[in-house]
T-cell receptor, first 113, second 113 residues
Framework: EAGVAQSPRYKIIEKRQSVAFWCNPI?????LYWYQQILGQGPKLLIQ????????DSQLPKDRFSAERLKGVDSTLKIQPAKLEDSAVYLC???????????FGNGTRLTVT | GNSVTQMEGPVTLSEEAFLTINCTYT??????LFWYVQYPGEGLQLLLK?????DKGSNKGFEATYRKETTSFHLEKGSVQVSDSAVYFC????????????FGTGTRLTVIP
């Protein structure tokens, strides 16, 4: 089966600019997650969707981050405006159901200068 | 709250050496425990898991036993190979499956011939 697809692979922007990341989960997977992995740290959950509804966004900095999952399939994560501390790898993961194992994409590495 | 503490890296071993990567956790309730591996240039992959006390997860020669009394889930392998070079993450989830994961900081393993 095809894995979780993410794009772009790399992105470099200046602070205060905006950026968007895209994720296409494994076909049929109802649950989608966005994680932020800062260099030297483990991934941290930003937001979790079940189909097109938000299950958990308690760790999402809502003043600058937003995410949507239209039609319960693809998802986009946006940062506006970006800060230097947003430099990280943004990982998308999906799972078949709420309590199924997660499958991760290769991530998008964001550098904010 | 939930947290995972992992052995600091990096770890460098010669081929066929014995590997131990320590992991301890703090959690409310009865978490599931996981080891994920990230090979160079690839996404996170589930290596093994254990869902209750005294369970042993195993895969590709790696093993880890869920020790409730010591709140630990140490990763071991009897004879490492060059191909095992990767970053290893210990993680926990409060759900039976792999719901919201709390990750450790990761341990980079390099195996030299």
């Amino acid at each position: 089966e095809a894995g979780v697809a993410q794009s772009p692979r790399y992105k470099i922007i200046e602070k205060r600019q905006s950026v968007a990341f895209w994720c296409n989960p494994i076909s049929g997977h109802a649950t989608l997650y966005w994680y932020q992995q800062i260099l030297g740290q483990g991934p941290k959950l930003l937001i979790q969707f079940q189909n097109n509804g938000v299950v958990d966004d308690s760790q999402l900095p809502k003043d600058r981050f937003s995410a949507e999952r239209l039609k319960g399939v693809d998802s986009t994560l946006k940062i506006q405006p970006a800060k230097l501390e947003d430099s990280a790898v943004y990982l998308c993961a999906s799972s078949l159901e709420y309590n199924s194992p997660l499958h991760f994409g290769n991530g998008t590495r964001l550098t904010v200068t | 709250g939930n947290s995972v503490t992992q052995m600091e890296g990096p770890v460098t071993l010669s081929e066929e050496a014995f590997l131990t990567i320590n992991c301890t956790y703090t959690a409310t309730g009865y978490p599931s425990l996981f080891w994920y591996v990230q090979y160079p240039g690839e996404g996170l992959q589930l290596l093994l898991k254990a869902t209750k006390a005294d369970d042993k997860g195993s895969n590709k020669g790696f093993e880890a036993t869920y020790r409730k009394e010591t709140t630990s889930f140490h990763l071991e392998k009897g004879s490492v190979q060059v191909s095992d070079s990767a970053v290893y993450f210990c993680a926990l989830s409060e759900a039976t499956g792999a719901n919201n994961l709390f990750f450790g900081t990761g341990t980079r393993l390099t195996v030299i011939p």
